[in-house]
């Protein structure tokens, strides 16, 4: 499992209802039911990963995050999960909105685009870079918003979102450390834990 995901389980509360945007083969949901007993409700538009998360036993919602999630109701579910998908929406400000509006709490994890390694690469090779944190060439990847921990912090204080707590992951143990005194430069991978 990614690390984000092992990560953020500990902010979520045993027996607790638990909405995960965007939620691939339902890995996450599967271990969060085993290990926490919670209920949880998967989003995708991914056929292929809606039938994985299908027959590891989780209820999924073949849904496109885009479109709206007007039909769930207000503070139906304790967490809204939204796991390295903020990036791929075309309307991430509205869909973080709507998370905030469904669930008591939010988390939302996502590939840091500012990390060092993305601007060195870009500086000196004057190339979007290709690796194992960003696998996908300019032309095929499925992000549109290349966000940044920077960015993502001044929308919430625009949006009155509060961080609860926050966590940055790096590639390595120095780089953990790193990523923890400087978010922006350092961390791969950005976790928030978010609510009104």
């Not at 509205?94 to 500012?114: C, H, Q, S, W, Y």
């Not at 290349?146 to 609860?164: H, M, N, P, S």
């Not at 922006?184 to 834990?193: G, P, R």
Request: one cysteine or more; aromatic letters at 8%.
């Amino acid at each position: 499992m990614r690390v984000d995901l092992t990560q953020i389980q500990r902010w979520i509360p045993k027996q607790s209802k638990v909405l995960d945007l965007g939620c691939g083969d339902g890995e996450f949901l599967a271990q969060l039911r085993d290990s926490h007993s919670t209920q949880g409700l998967g989003l995708e538009i991914d056929p292929d990963n809606i039938t994985r998360a299908l027959s590891r036993g989780i209820d999924v919602v073949e849904q496109n995050m885009d479109a709206g999630l007007g039909n769930f109701p207000d503070h139906s579910f304790d967490v809204v999960v939204m796991a390295h998908a903020l990036q791929v929406l075309h309307y991430p400000d509205k869909v973080l909105d709507e998370m905030l509006r469904i669930g008591r709490r939010g988390i939302v994890t996502f590939p840091n685009f500012a990390h060092w390694r993305c601007r060195l690469h870009l500086g000196t090779r004057g190339r979007m870079p290709v690796s194992k944190f960003l696998p996908h060439n300019w032309y095929d990847t499925p992000n549109i918003h290349f966000c940044t921990v920077r960015d993502f912090e001044a929308l919430c204080a625009q949006k009155g979102i509060i961080i609860q707590q926050r966590e940055m992951v790096g590639d390595g143990v120095i780089s953990n450390v790193l990523a923890g005194i400087r978010p922006n430069l350092f961390a791969t991978t950005a976790i928030y834990h978010i609510s009104r």
